[in-house]
């Protein structure tokens, strides 16, 4: 069984064909880094009209690469949301289209499950665990019951994560995206040297804030009048600091509150862009090792937005004959919970 998944919710266009196996037969992902770089986040207009020139190209590449036509294909499954709605309907009107023209069943895709399940994919994870989404939009802990249900347990009440990192990465002059230059800068910076605050430390529950940490970095960069590059490293640490802390204290929170509504949890699943930072990872690997539960976290490659995971989600959902009318509406917004 075969199902080619397409991606095209914010700026990058995706296409990948998975099999019932487990295997990824093809990926192929484009960015518009190019395009964004010049304004310093993505822009929707020039995100959309990307995603038009590229994406039939794109799941030609996939065929191509997997050595298989359409005639192979058991489903189709392309993004509905949440996104930017304009590359939101482009790969959803495309997929509609196959779907249609070759008598294929189609699979509306939630981005954010896509996220939630691909370690179900790789490293291949079983129900129930605890997952904590962490990208660019959206800051999350869910506990995954099975396909389809998830209980959010806390969110971010402002910013997420990755936004976070991008503002910051904007404040001292970095390009877009910043993540992971402040992860470079930040290992030879002093993560003790300036101290930041931490919105809701050791705050009942699991939830967020990000807001009043851009603040306080923005003041202290105009506290320093000439500015090293030892300055800017150092700030980057305690950049990166701060936000583990916000991110294991949270965590530890949440795990508490997720095994006393389901006992058999034992995994950690740490998905979405912000994931495929090392630093942070290790930090959340103790906190998961203190509380008796093993931190999963997907390749590098299926950290930030790519087809693969909605093709997965797509074949999940085939399997149990959960398909989608071809009249569905793209949703630039599509909480997880309420799938």
């Known amino acids: 069984m075969r199902v ?35 304004y310093g986040g993505v822009v929707p207009e020039i995100a959309a009209r990307a995603h038009l020139d590229l994406i039939e190209r794109i799941v030609e590449k996939a065929f191509q690469d997997g050595n298989c036509s359409l005639q192979d294909i058991d489903a189709i499954a392309a993004t509905g949301g949440p996104g930017l709605i304009g590359g939101v309907i482009v790969g959803t009107m495309y997929a509609k289209g196959l779907a249609l023209s070759h008598s294929l069943p189609y699979v509306a895709v939630n981005h954010l499950e896509g996220h939630a399940l691909t370690a179900r994919l790789d490293p291949g994870v079983e129900f129930p665990y605890l997952l904590l989404l962490i990208s660019g939009g959206h800051c999350q802990f869910l506990i995954v019951e099975e396909l389809g249900l998830y209980h959010k347990l806390g969110a971010t009440i402002d910013d997420a994560v990755g936004e976070a990192f991008d503002k910051t990465g904007k404040l001292i002059h970095l390009s877009y995206p910043a993540g992971p230059q402040i992860e470079h800068l930040a290992k030879r910076g002093d993560p003790l040297r300036f101290t930041l605050p931490r919105p809701l430390w050791k705050k009942p529950g699991c939830d967020f804030s990000f807001s009043g940490l851009k603040t306080a970095v923005r003041q202290t960069l105009q506290e320093i009048s000439e500015k090293s590059d030892q300055d800017i490293a150092d700030l980057c640490a305690s950049f990166q600091k701060t936000v583990g802390d916000i991110l294991c204290d949270r965590a530890q929170n949440a795990i508490e509150m997720a095994l006393e509504k389901n006992p058999k949890i034992k995994d950690l699943v740490l998905a979405g862009g912000v ?47 959960l398909f989608t009318s071809l009249d569905f509406a793209p949703r630039p917004r599509w909480p997880l919970d309420e799938i």
């Open 4 to 38: 080619l998944g397409i991606e095209t919710s914010c700026d990058e266009t995706s296409a990948a064909i998975v099999d019932d196996q487990m295997r990824i037969l093809s990926l192929v992902v484009v960015s518009q880094l190019r395009e964004h770089e010049l």
């Open 275 to 321: 994931a495929a930072n090392g630093s942070l990872r290790l930090r959340l690997e103790t906190v998961c090792q203190k509380s008796g539960l093993q931190l999963l976290c997907p390749p590098m490659s299926l950290c930030t937005d790519n087809a693969a995971m909605i093709a997965w989600v797509g074949l999940e959902r085939f399997q149990r004959g």
